[in-house]
């Protein structure tokens, strides 16, 4: 019904920046919220950032100052730019989507994306 599909990790240096793309795609839908979540080997995912319908914007403290979270919902997108990163950002970045279909609401990932920051 509902399909995100991330795209824009790769391996950057340590202060350098990197920019995600999450494209929702679908029939019928209406996204209350997006996000981005991250998982680092052998540690729980953590929320790193959300928009809500609203626009409000959320941030882990990690990552707030550095990281931006915007949206085009025309597009259904959501992007995350990433500026002065830090190899502790070195993680899979999920994006995350709360979609509502008819009156049902649904929690919905993406397939995720590999962010590796070394020198």
């Known amino acids: 019904q509902v399909q995100l599909v991330e795209s824009g990790g790769g391996l950057v240096q340590p202060g350098g920046s990197l920019r995600l793309s999450c494209a929702a795609s679908?029939?019928?839908?209406?996204?209350?919220?997006m996000g981005w979540y991250r998982q680092a080997p052998g540690k729980e995912r953590e929320l790193v950032t959300t928009i809500t319908s609203g626009g409000n914007t959320n941030y882990a403290a990690s990552v707030k100052g550095r990281f931006t979270i915007s949206r085009d919902s025309a597009k259904n997108t959501v992007y995350l730019q990433m500026n002065s990163l830090k190899p502790e950002d070195t993680a899979v970045y999920y994006c995350n989507a709360e979609v509502i279909i008819t009156t049902y609401g649904y929690d919905y990932w993406g397939q995720g994306t590999q962010v590796t920051v070394s020198s």
């Open positions: 679908g029939n019928n839908f209406k996204i209350n919220a």
